[in-house]
C-alpha cells in the first residue's frame, strides 16, 4: 500500500545570505550550532549549499540567534512524500 503524506519544510533562499549574516554577527559554524542547539554539520552543510532545507523550529532558532527576520533567509514550501508501507503499518 502507498501512503501520501505531506511535509513542511523550509528552504533556505541563499547559502551566501546565511554566511553574510554570521560573519557579521561574528559567528563560527560550531557557535551558531552551539546557540541554535544544533549539530555544527547541519548549519556546516546549510552554509557551504550542499542542504538546503531544514525543519521549521532550526529555521526559526537561526533566524532568532542571527537577529534577523525569517524570510530574509529562509522561504516556507510543503511537499507530498510517497512511500510503500506493509499492511500492518498502513492500519496504525
Do not use: W
Request: proline residues 3%.
Amino acid at each position: 500500500m502507498i501512503v501520501i503524506e505531506r511535509r513542511f519544510e523550509v528552504r533556505l533562499i541563499s547559502p551566501d545570505a546565511l554566511r553574510q549574516y554570521m560573519k557579521f554577527r561574528h559567528y563560527t559554524i560550531r557557535g551558531l550550532a552551539a546557540r541554535v542547539g544544533c549539530s555544527h554539520s547541519l548549519i556546516g552543510f546549510l552554509a557551504k549549499g550542499t542542504r538546503r532545507t531544514c525543519g521549521p523550529e532550526i529555521a526559526t532558532a537561526i533566524a532568532s540567534a542571527l537577529d534577523c527576520p525569517v524570510e530574509s533567509l529562509f522561504v516556507a514550501r510543503t511537499s507530498n512524500v510517497q512511500r510503500e508501507v506493509g499492511r500492518l503499518e498502513a492500519v496504525r
